[in-house]
């Protein structure tokens, strides 16, 4: 089994190159199937839920070549597979192999994803936009079944805000007659790279980036070439690392503007953050103000960093408050910082941290991608070794990340043992 090992207490200073967004990757392979040619994708982050779906992919017949940072598909050979278990079940993502294969193919049989589990995360948004398009869609035995003999443009008002429902209804609606309306759109810059994508294959999309996006089908999609957004979620992860840590660090390759929200809470805590045109440094030499947090939509507090921000709060001198408004129950990670000695109490959807409190290295339990960010955080400010299981989660979403840590100067290592974690023994013997 394999264990994330880091020995806390560094200071990190240097440079961390951000890779490709993993939340564009994982629905721009699945964009590739709309294609009637050759899609190349550059910036390709090397994490294993891009893996599995290149897998998918070749499971349904694409021409598939997977190099050290690029994608190239063929998916002039793909056929309507169904796709009911199996390696869907693994990830989040497989979603979007419902809107592209419906897209392209009329129908599609797609296993219930999985993913983190951090609550109830209902698919009901995607499956409105999909009938509201003409489509039957109905649940057998664990697997969405959907249909459609044409695929017809509609208006479709979103009750919320769904990155998911977004991008699934934007992927069918590339290949339905008319024109499509998403109302009440998320406005997440992986979506605009959705709609880039779908651009260059000669989709019509406008509006993507804004809570209105209209697109214009169309029957042909060529084949075209894309590189993937900076991964701001990572970037993020690196900038908390670093505030967290003390010391200077520069994190490089990345959109500032995707990163205002965090900048500006870390300033607040009085973490210097300097913008560059394609950098951003994070400089930490003071005490940190506590502050208090609420996750929302974009460009609002992505709930996707809000779990390594709670570890970094940790550290603030006095009570902050964290609210995840787009999760309610994101908070796994919350009894394992409890382990390494934070103060933290959870009441619903917020969580209220006493900081700042000096943590313990000790075994610990990544429970999902983000909650094991977090863990990695607590990690290098605890004393003494913090022993990180079930690191496959971390693996989902960041690429090389003990390497990156270790250019910076953490301490940090892979370890394979051969026992579980006490609680990972004692959680596989409940399910
Ligand atoms: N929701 C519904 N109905 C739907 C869809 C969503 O009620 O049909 C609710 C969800 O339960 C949640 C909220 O709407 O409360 C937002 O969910 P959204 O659909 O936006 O999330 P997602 O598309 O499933 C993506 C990212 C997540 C990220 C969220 C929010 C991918 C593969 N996943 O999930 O990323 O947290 O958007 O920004 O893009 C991560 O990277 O760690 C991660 C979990």
Redesign the pocket.
């Known amino acids: 089994m394999n264990t994330l090992v880091i020995e806390g207490g560094r200071r990190l200073e240097g440079t961390v190159e951000i890779s490709g967004a ?2 564009s990757a ?1 629905a721009l392979i699945p964009a590739t199937i709309l294609a009637d040619g050759p899609v190349t994708i550059d910036n390709l982050p090397e994490i294993s839920d891009v893996g599995i779906l290149a897998e998918l992919l070749r499971d349904i017949g694409g021409g598939v070549s997977l190099g050290d940072d690029t994608l190239a598909v063929d998916p002039r050979e793909m056929f309507a597979m169904p796709l009911p278990n199996g390696r869907v079940k693994q990830l ?2 497989s979603y979007y192999f419902m809107g592209a294969m419906l897209g392209k193919f009329g129908k599609a049989v797609i296993g219930l994803p999985g ?2 589990d ?1 609550g ?7 499956i409105k936009g999909f009938e509201a398009m003409g489509a039957k869609v109905t649940n057998e035995h664990g697997a969405m079944y959907l249909q459609a003999d044409e695929l017809t443009g509609a208006k479709i008002y979103l009750d ?1 805000a ?4 977004t991008i699934n209804i934007m992927l069918a609606a590339s290949k339905a007659k008319g024109q499509t309306t998403i109302e009440n759109a ?1 406005k ?1 810059p ?1 979506i605009i790279d959705v709609a880039t994508l779908l651009n260059s294959m000669g989709a019509k999309i406008k509006g993507a980036g804004t809570n209105e996006i209209r697109i214009e089908g169309r029957e042909v999609l060529s084949g075209c070439r894309h590189s993937i957004i900076p991964d701001r ?1 990572e970037a993020g992860t690196y900038m908390i690392a670093g505030a967290a840590a003390g010391g200077r660090v520069k994190v490089d390759n990345v959109i500032p503007l995707h990163l205002e929200a965090l900048s500006s809470k870390l300033r607040e805590m009085g973490v210097t953050v300097t913008e560059y045109d394609d950098a951003v440094v994070v400089e930490k030499n003071n005490a940190l103000s506590p502050v208090d947090i609420k996750t929302l939509v974009h460009p609002g507090f ?3 960093l809000q779990q390594p921000a709670t570890a970094l709060l940790t550290q603030a001198s006095g009570p902050s408050m964290v609210t995840d408004t ?2 309610g129950a994101r908070f796994k990670h919350i009894d394992e910082l409890r382990r390494m000695g934070a103060k933290i109490k959870v009441d619903g959807r917020t969580a209220m941290i006493n900081g700042a409190s000096t943590l313990q290295g000790v075994a610990v339990r990544a429970t999902d ?2 909650a094991g960010a977090a863990l990695v955080v607590a990690g290098l400010i605890a004393e003494g070794k913090t022993i990180i299981h079930d690191t496959y989660h971390i693996d989902r ?1 960041y690429m090389y990340m003990e390497e990156k840590l270790r250019k910076l100067g953490a301490f940090v290592w892979r370890e394979e043992t051969e026992a579980q974690s006490e609680q990972t023994e004692a959680t596989d013997r409940k399910s």
């Open positions: 993993k939340n994982v989040r993502a993913g983190c951090l109830p995360r209902p698919i009901d948004q995607h919320v769904s990155v998911g429902a998320a997440e992986e979620i992505p709930t996707d787009v999760y991608l983000r979403g």
